[in-house]
């Protein structure tokens, strides 16, 4: 343990900013991964039914479950994160998602 005197508690400070770096990789990744499902879901919502085998009848359908993960990720990512005003992000998050300012 060290002390806030000592020369390297800096060190501990700064090992806790990584950690929360790290955490906003996952995010990322997260959000990345989303928008690529979501996407392909959609491309493959748009092409006709007879051209879609049953991989692509099952991405067109995933469409439905990934948009709104998508849209509802800063809600699940406060909620994961204990946030204490998880109920007025939720909120921002419903009414004003569609905007800019959500």
């Not at 929360?20 to 919502?45: E, I, Q, S």
Request: aromatic share 16%.
């Amino acid at each position: 343990m060290l002390l806030a005197g000592h020369p390297l508690a800096h060190c501990v400070t700064y090992n806790n900013y990584k950690i929360t770096t790290k955490g906003d990789a996952v995010v990322l990744v997260r959000v990345l991964v989303l928008m690529f499902l979501v996407a392909y879901g959609f491309a493959m919502g748009t092409t006709p039914e007879y051209q879609l085998n049953g991989f692509g009848k099952l991405m067109s359908i995933s469409f439905f479950f990934t948009a709104p993960a998508l849209y509802f990720l800063p809600t699940y990512e406060a909620w994961k994160n204990q946030q204490p005003n998880v109920n007025a992000i939720a909120l921002v998050n419903i009414f004003l998602g569609w905007s800019i300012l959500g």
